[in-house]
């Protein structure tokens, strides 16, 4: 992070199509790697994502997923963030697989957003707003695209919208003024830095 002068250790654990519950077990390879990364040294903060659609489909999992986790990232004296994923674009197939659990793209962020809240209360975590971010980065300006064709993944200008909300979550500072700006231009990144501030404040 040389343009905010902060100075940053960052290890993941990634695997794709892999749910909390299924890094949570520690007879699941990933799950392991999970743990060893937890017991390896001391952490300031540990981010846990889930499956964008797991809230979705089965939200006792991603809780039992988090709680499964919780003891140790307390134990590695860390800050639990709870990353809120975004709901996929309104042409996503998952309107139509999922049209008994949600009607449009507001509900089915607003689900998400419901669980992530009920979980971070259980478990005095911290919700990263990027989902929020998202949706009202759309509201405010629908020309900028922040998900790819295939309605899932992020785009360029997705990616940094949700960076700058992890920067205002764990700095509590607005990203507001980053000279950082990737491959968009310094117009755009002003407005996605803008929008990270409010869903972050």
Not at 23 to 49: A, C, E, F, M
Request: charged share 20%.
């Amino acid at each position: 992070c040389q343009n905010t002068g902060k100075l940053v250790y960052v290890r993941q654990a990634v695997q794709g199509r892999h749910s909390l519950w299924q890094s949570s077990h520690i007879n699941n390879p990933l799950g392991r790697y999970v743990r060893q990364l937890l017991t390896s040294q001391k952490w300031d903060y540990v981010v846990l994502q889930e499956r964008h659609n797991m809230p979705i489909l089965k939200p006792a999992r991603t809780k039992a997923g988090v709680k499964a986790l919780e003891p140790y990232i307390r134990a590695a004296g860390a800050k639990m963030i709870l990353y809120q994923s975004w709901a996929p674009a309104k042409k996503h197939k998952e309107y139509r697989r999922f049209s008994d659990r949600v009607s449009n793209r507001a509900d089915y962020q607003l689900q998400i957003n419901n669980l992530f809240s009920e979980i971070a209360d259980e478990t005095n975590a911290e919700v990263a707003p990027v989902g929020t971010a998202f949706l009202q980065c759309q509201g405010a300006f629908p020309k900028i695209r922040l998900i790819r064709k295939a309605h899932s993944h992020p785009t360029w200008s997705g990616s940094y919208l949700a960076a700058c909300v992890m920067y205002a979550t764990i700095f509590e500072k607005s990203p507001e003024g980053i000279s950082y700006y990737g491959k968009l231009s310094a117009k755009k990144a002003a407005k996605l830095q803008k929008m990270a501030a409010l869903a972050a404040f």
